[in-house]
């Protein structure tokens, strides 16, 4: 998927296969210096599948940071990440969150949302918008970012 791409430009995996198809989350980490201080990030690549989404939540609620990502190639993965910002907000009020346009997964397809429409979702949610390319490979300034934000 999208998001996974991005974090496999990022992060080492930690964990099996098997875990995203049991438990729907797959595990990565990243040392990362974060203004002269080394800093673990744990990511966690949470599946989007209904039988998986009662679940999010409650890795929501611990986490310091979010990213949702999504295709600006693809209109449902968009109203796909919206519904996930509500989701979060209801449960993860004061993470820190980041909305992340794919601009790469589908190299050539026209763009079905534009950086206007995802940054007037991002500013309504207060969150910050960037949009980034696992064919960029410049997933780690997005993280970065948000880790300074943290």
């Not at 875990?19 to 002269?36: A, C, D, H, P, R």
């Not at 969150?127 to 064919?135: A, D, M, N, R």
Request: hydrophobic content about 35%; charged content about 25%; glycine content about 6%.
């Amino acid at each position: 998927t999208d998001k996974t791409e991005l974090i496999l430009c990022f992060a080492e995996p930690t964990s099996s296969e098997a875990n995203v198809g049991s438990i729907g989350i797959e595990f990565y980490q990243k040392m990362i210096e974060v203004e002269g201080e080394s800093v673990k990030l744990l990511v966690w690549d949470v599946a989007h599948q209904v039988r998986f989404r009662s679940l999010n939540c409650s890795y929501c609620r611990g986490a310091h940071g979010i990213v949702v990502v999504f295709d600006v190639a693809d209109q449902s993965s968009f109203e796909l990440a919206k519904e996930t910002l509500s989701t979060i907000n209801r449960n993860a009020r004061s993470t820190t969150k980041v909305l992340i346009g794919n601009t790469g997964s589908n190299k050539g397809a026209e763009r079905a949302v534009d950086s206007d429409t995802a940054q007037k979702v991002a500013s309504a949610n207060g969150i910050t918008y960037l949009e980034t390319s696992v064919h960029d490979n410049d997933i780690t300034d997005t993280i970065l970012t948000m880790a300074r934000d943290i």
